[in-house]
């Protein structure tokens, strides 16, 4: 499966294909501006007490997250109105260590917003994005432990 | 009847990945829910969200024969 990027502003995706990390920036070029911010969520080789991470499986409840993904894309462009191009794409299915999970990309006319823009996407994307996380480590496998209760909605000011 | 899809650890919690219930309104479906799952399940339950027909729903939202309900633990996107 290929991911093909939409006619749009806004990429937003949960996906099981491999995520096109050179695409997305290629996307969110714009020629109004001059400051692209690119994020990628890579797999890690540890968790919290959990050394020798070899996997990591993402299970997504699609339609919600799709839904949630397009709350916050929204969310992102009341904020800052001068964004150029958003994407989002989250990765399903079982990736390893150095693999990425997540993208996150924003594009404004200057470098503030843009930086702003993708620190408040990914942050909130975690709290917001119904999207879980099973470990398998050196020692057992497990859901991740790092989770927190799941928000109806984006944060309106930076926390 | 309205479905039930569990996701993450409640599914593993719960044993299942869906269920079908008989409730008139999102609080009483929990409580039915808590009931069958089970002490762990009924503890994660509580620190989830149920969300209807694909959106966030209030707590009390009445539910109609055809509605699906999803269970949403504590999530763990990103990385």
């Not at chain 1, 958003?86 to 990309?105: D, F, I, K, N």
């Not at chain 2, 990945?17 to 008989?22: F, I």
């Not at chain 2, 209807?52 to 509605?67: F, H, Q, T, W």
Request: overall charge negative; proline content about 7%; hydrophobic content about 45%.
């Amino acid at each position: 499966m290929v991911l093909i990027p939409p006619e749009g502003a806004d990429w937003l995706a949960v996906t099981d294909a491999s995520l096109p990390v050179a695409q997305a920036l290629d996307f969110a070029g714009d020629p109004s501006c001059g400051g692209v911010v690119c994020f990628c969520g890579t797999v890690r080789d540890h968790a919290e007490g959990r050394p020798g991470v070899e996997t990591l499986t993402y299970e997504a409840y699609r339609e919600g997250a799709e839904r949630a993904l397009g709350e916050l894309a929204a969310a992102a462009r009341a904020r800052w109105p001068e964004l150029g191009r958003l994407v989002m794409l989250h990765r399903t299915g079982t990736l390893v260590v150095g693999e990425v999970a997540v993208v996150v990309v924003a594009s404004a006319p200057h470098r503030n917003e843009a930086f702003d823009a993708a620190r408040y996407l990914i942050d909130e994307l975690k709290r917001t994005v119904p999207i879980w996380k099973h470990e398998r480590w050196a020692g057992g496998s497990g859901w991740s432990e790092c989770a927190e209760p799941l928000s109806a909605q984006p944060a309106i000011e930076l926390s | 009847m309205v479905t039930v899809r569990l996701f993450g650890p409640a599914r593993d919690l719960f044993g299942a990945p869906s269920c079908v219930l008989d409730a008139t309104a999102l609080d009483v479906l929990r409580d039915e829910l808590a009931a069958r799952g089970g002490p762990s399940f009924a503890a994660l339950l509580a620190r989830s969200a149920l969300w209807v027909n694909g959106e966030p729903a209030g707590a009390s939202l009445a539910l109609a024969a055809g509605d699906e309900v999803a269970v949403l633990p504590p999530v763990s996107g990103g990385c």
